[in-house]
């Protein structure tokens, strides 16, 4: 069964950072794409970020290209997320993603049959 245990997030000023990291178990093998989304109270979940494992090719929405780095290491099973220059936007409930499918991987309409992770809080103060 697998398993994404995210962690990493909490309160934080405007301009300060944040790291997510996203432990994976029960994968049955190496995932093809993996990511992050988010989700704000009274909006649709969209996605953050995402990588293509095997290229470390990566998607970044356009709200948070040069802000948000996303990594991943594959010795540790897990997938980071370096936030910096968190503004209030950003606030939301952060999920992580990972698709054993390349499709959709490096479009903004999401990842192909994903399992999830149960989320945590960001949440940024003006």
């Known amino acids: 069964q697998v398993q994404l245990v995210e962690s990493g997030g909490g309160s934080v000023q405007a301009g300060g950072s944040l790291r997510l990291s996203c432990a994976a178990s029960?994968?049955?093998?190496?995932?093809?794409?993996m990511g992050w989304f988010r989700q704000a109270p009274g909006k649709e979940r969209e996605k953050v970020t995402s990588?293509?494992?095997?290229?470390?090719?990566?998607y970044y929405a356009d709200s948070v290209k040069g802000r948000f780095t996303i990594s991943r290491d594959n010795a540790k099973n897990t997938l980071d997320l370096e936030m910096n220059s968190l503004q209030p936007e950003d606030s939301a409930m952060y999920y992580c993603?990972?698709?054993?499918?390349?499709?959709?991987?490096?479009?903004?309409?999401?990842?192909?049959?994903?399992?999830w992770g149960q989320g945590t809080q960001v949440t940024v103060s003006s």
């Open positions: 993603a990972a698709s054993r499918y390349i499709g959709g991987c490096l479009l903004q309409r999401g990842m192909t049959d994903p399992s």
């Open positions: 029960g994968l049955p093998d190496i995932p093809a794409c």
């Open positions: 990588i293509v494992i095997l290229t470390n090719t990566t």
